[in-house]
């Protein structure tokens, strides 16, 4: 496949994707994730070649997300320094490598452009590339080597100090999309609600569940790995009613530390359309909104 429309980023959440490209292989796990830029040709297979006789089906799932104006980059580190979040080297590019290969059934290329799939034969490999030259080219990155940012006096940090990658909008400070994690970390603040506070704004947030429990939906069955929600521009939203009342008593002042999770945030200040075939998918949880039920006023007369 080749996307003339714009660039992937792709978030395994299941199973081991092999990502073949003009510019050599990756192999990109769960918590690992991969972007391949517009017009990168590239294929995907989720079990090794060596073991393509095998007959066991290997499961795999995941989220992508595609912005068609401009690259992911770095944020803006600012006082922050040069240190910090995700660094520069700790993210890896394919190592060089070409196939020539014909075959006889022909290779098949599905392009992408303007939101339709067009299909093109050809009698040899794509990728048939021996060497490339600049710096663009696909790329994958551990997210267990972020180092986060967090509150050590107190207040809530914003969220985009989880900011993995971003996509600027012409617009300072403002993004078409950001890429946001939330690792295993320590919280340590004193006199502060640490969990996100209840909140609404211009950017619109999908969430997404890679391993463990996502500390802000901890009700039982309310964010399950491989789930999603999504909330829009403007919308207000927080955490469930059992991840507020936990971090609300008194033993919860203590220094925690977060293990076996990770979760992540696709965010844009545009507005995302949802497909009507999303909108009538079965496994939709339609009583999600149940999560704050018994939200209670804590002022005091």
């Known amino acids: 496949m080749a996307n003339a429309d714009g660039d992937f980023l792709i978030v395994p959440q299941q199973g081991t994707l092999f990502i073949t490209t003009e510019f050599g292989k990756m192999e990109v796990k769960p918590c690992e994730i991969a972007v391949i830029q517009r017009g990168i040709r590239f294929s995907v297979a989720i079990e090794e070649e060596e073991d393509s006789h095998s007959t066991a089906n290997q499961p795999a799932r995941g989220y992508v997300l595609e912005i068609y104006n401009g690259h992911f980059q770095l944020p803006d580190l600012g006082p922050i320094g040069s240190n910090g979040l995700a660094n520069p080297r700790d993210f890896q590019t394919p190592v060089a490598w070409y196939e020539d290969r014909p075959c006889e059934n022909h290779f098949t290329v599905i392009h992408k ?42 207040d809530h940090p914003d969220p985009s100090i989880f900011t993995v990658l971003t996509c600027p909008s012409a617009i300072p400070g403002t993004a078409l999309a950001d890429f946001v994690i939330f690792p295993p970390r320590w919280t340590v603040a004193d006199h502060t609600f640490r969990l996100p506070y209840y909140h609404r704004n211009t950017m619109s947030e999908f969430m997404g569940l890679i391993k463990g429990v996502y500390d802000a939906k901890t009700d039982p069955g309310a964010f399950k790995p491989g789930g999603a929600s999504l909330h829009l521009c403007m919308t207000p ?65």
């Open 113 to 154: 452009l303007e939101g339709q799939l067009f299909a093109a034969s050809q009698p040899f490999s794509p990728f048939n590339v021996v060497a490339w030259h600049g710096n663009y080219a696909p790329y994958k990155y551990n997210l267990n080597k972020f180092c986060p940012m967090n509150a050590v006096a107190f």
């Open 237 to 301: 939203h927080g955490p469930d009613t059992t991840s507020f009342e936990a971090a609300i008593k008194a033993e919860a002042e203590g220094p925690r530390q977060l293990t076996d999770t990770m979760a992540f945030m696709f965010e844009t200040s545009l507005v995302p359309r949802v497909t009507a075939h999303a909108l009538g998918a079965p496994n939709i949880d339609r009583n999600y909104y149940q999560c704050w039920y018994g939200l209670k006023s804590h002022f005091k007369g």
